[in-house]
């Protein structure tokens, strides 16, 4: 006989429903472990009946080591706000978090293989669709090393910055790395600069500014050059170093770094957002 308290250890030990862990004790004969069986198969069932469902909400994780020097930020997708505020998603996240500093894997894919609580990233992941009954994804993993790293999360952990700074370290340096985290939450820079900036889009963007000034009547022999200014506006707009900060616009990026240690400058950066 399947008691009350059998079904309540049982969604004690897997936070499934009242009803699923009945259901899932009746099936398997009172057996806890089968019945764990039962439900994680429920989970994998709902995650291939979802497979289709974009993930749009979510949560983003960010987190430094001690040393400040490295940095790992995740992104897991959810269906729905309400899920990504909910407390086994949030737990989730975090583990994954730190599953990764721990081992530090190259790949995603190498992330979701590692063990977790006696499954792997991938199971726990799919434990928790049996759970909630909706879509969750991995969606995103990225590391950055540098002299100084800085996180940052935005937005109701919708954005997160990793921001890698070289040239000078220091409290004041962490502090300014927290400035250039928002800076590119607020601004989402392409690149670095013009350099990083891809070659395909420097050359749509030059296309596109001669046949604006084609269109505004000016000269033939003027269009390169007047494209070539309007490029250069692209990339101060558009490439961190060059932006104007947005603290104080009477100067850029480079220039504000510069005032709080000389040579120290942004070596890399790393921005998840999602599009919910």
Do not use: W
């Amino acid at each position: 006989m399947i008691t009350a308290q059998d079904i309540n250890k049982l969604r004690q030990q897997t936070g499934a429903g009242m009803m699923d862990c009945k259901k899932a004790l009746t099936e398997a004969g009172g057996d806890f472990e089968k019945a764990i069986d039962l439900l994680r198969k429920k989970g994998q069932k709902i995650s291939a009946a979802r497979a289709d469902r974009t993930t749009t909400e979510g949560a983003v994780f960010a987190k430094t080591n001690e040393a400040s020097n490295y940095g790992i930020m995740i992104a897991l997708g959810c269906e729905t706000d309400f899920v990504a505020k909910n407390e086994h998603f949030q737990q989730l996240g975090e583990a994954i978090l730190a599953v990764a500093f721990a081992h530090q894997p190259a790949t995603i894919e190498a992330l979701l293989a590692l063990p977790l609580d006696g499954l792997s990233v991938e199971e726990k992941i799919t434990d928790l669709i049996g759970k909630i009954g909706e879509k969750v994804t991995l969606s995103a993993y990225k590391t950055l090393q540098s002299d100084t790293v800085v996180p940052y999360i935005h937005m109701g952990q919708k954005l997160g910055v990793l921001v890698g700074l070289q040239g000078a370290e220091g409290p004041q340096v962490i502090e300014a790395g927290k400035d250039i985290a928002m800076q590119i939450a607020a601004m989402n820079p392409l690149a670095l600069d013009k350099d990083g900036v891809p070659a395909e889009v420097t050359e749509r963007e030059l296309n596109i500014a001669q046949e604006q000034a084609r269109n505004e009547g000016k000269p033939e022999a003027m269009l390169d050059k007047i494209a070539q200014g309007r490029l250069s506006k692209f990339f101060k707009e558009n490439t961190l170093l060059n932006q104007p900060f947005i603290k104080d616009n009477s100067a850029n990026i480079t220039q504000y770094l510069g005032s709080v240690a000389p040579g120290l400058t942004v070596a890399a950066f790393e921005h998840l957002t999602l599009a919910g």
